[in-house]
T-cell receptor, first 112, second 117 residues
Framework: GDSVTQMEGPVTLSEEAFLTINCTYT??????LFWYVQYPGEGLQLLLK?????DKGSNKGFEATYRKETTSFHLEKGSVQVSDSAVYFCALSDRHGNQFYFGTGTSLTVIP | DVKVTQSSRYLVKRTGEKVFLECVQDMDHENMFWYRQDPGLGLRLIYFSYDVKMKEKGDIPEGYSVSREKKERFSLILESASTNQTSMYLC????????????????FGSGTQLSVL
């Protein structure tokens, strides 16, 4: 069945460091791919998404490219801030958007 | 602004109690979901519903049931709470219908942290 595997944390970075969180997926058909973020004490919010191969999703300085050949959707940010400290979830949905699958989440802490 | 509202942010219950977690969405979404979130395990799907009075088991339905009597409301029921059901519970909803901007996007509530003593 469909599944998502993401890099385990926790990840600790200094402010302005480069961030990569790896995510790979297994899916039949043509899934959509997402990164969700969960700030402390809150629910999950959509950070970015890509709906087809080679699409790049971007938001708040974060980027991820849908790579069908490597079945990956790695999250990157060139310069992290303390306010980026959160848990990040990679996810996919089936082509109809009726079923979602999540990775286990990666906790990021950015220190000043 | 779109909203998914969970009735309680924190809840403390005793073993054996019947527990109701309520979720309401104001987006007229067809699909609604209940997940539980545990450290190291991520989000696991408990139950979901594609329409009123419809329900489907997710990956970990044991010990839970759900009710969807109205389109906007999806309730999770713990028939007899146990300590291993202590967790963060997240409700979410999505639209079934095609819309480039809205479709395939899951909206979450803020979560209910349930402690069973």
């Amino acid at each position: 069945g469909d599944s998502v595997t993401q890099m385990e944390g926790p990840v600790t970075l200094s402010e302005e460091a480069f961030l990569t969180i790896n995510c790979t997926y297994t899916a039949t058909g043509y899934p959509s791919l997402f990164w969700y973020v969960q700030y402390p004490g809150e629910g999950l919010q959509l950070l970015l998404k890509a709906t087809k191969a080679d699409d790049k999703g971007s938001n708040k300085g974060f980027e991820a490219t849908y790579r069908k050949e490597t079945t990956s959707f790695h999250l990157e940010k060139g310069s992290v801030q303390v306010s980026d400290s959160a848990v990040y979830f990679c996810a996919l949905s089936d082509r109809h958007g009726n079923q979602f699958y999540f990775g286990t989440g990666t906790s990021l802490t950015v220190i000043p | 602004d779109v909203k998914v509202t969970q009735s309680s942010r924190y809840l403390v219950k005793r073993t054996g109690e019947k527990v109701f977690l309520e979720c309401v969405q104001d987006m007229d979404h067809e699909n609604m979901f209940w997940y539980r979130q545990d450290p190291g395990l991520g989000l696991r799907l408990i139950y979901f519903s594609y329409d009123v009075k419809m329900k489907e088991k997710g990956d970990i339905p044991e010990g839970y049931s759900v009710s969807r009597e109205k389109k906007e409301r999806f309730s999770l029921i713990l028939e007899s709470a146990s300590t291993n059901q202590t967790s963060m519970y997240l409700c979410a909803s999505s639209s079934r219908y095609l819309s480039t901007h809205v479709k395939e996007k899951l909206f979450f509530g803020s979560g209910t942290q349930l402690s069973v003593l």
